[in-house]
């Protein structure tokens, strides 16, 4: 009887440590890839979100997309657009300028701004348009396809 009991009781003791450990010293969950990591809950949504411990954390995407638009006067914008938390946009100008413009606020379509706005470049679909000084230097541009 004394061999049954001491495994029992080993065996009670590791449980317990376990469900200790597991409830009173748990990792500080500060992203949503931790929040995952410890195997919380994942909401599939479009971007992720995952709750731990009273906290909430949504999934940081960050990707690029390139696109090149034909403009008149046989104008170019090459551009890369970066998502996430920072949205922003690479512009490679046919005149040889390369500028990066953060997101600015718009009522429809994209729109990036230097933060006097003296450049402004919108898109908007497949079609886009640069304003330098309230003049519209790239006009009439078409997504390259």
Known sequence: MKKFLIPLFLLILLLAG????YEYVKPD????????????????????QCSADGKHF???????????????DEKSI???????????????LSDGRNLSLPQAISASGARYATSGEELVFWNKGNTAF???????????CVEKL
């Open 18 to 21: 376990t469900w200790w450990l």
């Open 29 to 48: 969950i500060t992203s949503f890839v931790e929040c995952e990591n410890a195997g919380y809950p994942v909401m599939e949504s479009y971007p992720r």
């Open 58 to 72: 949504v999934e940081e995407i960050n990707e690029t997309i390139r696109a090149v638009f034909l403009c008149d």
């Open 78 to 92: 090459a551009t890369v657009f970066h998502t996430g938390i920072e949205q922003s946009v690479d512009l490679v």
């Open 130 to 140: 640069i304003l330098e000084n309230s003049t519209e230097t790239y006009a009439n």
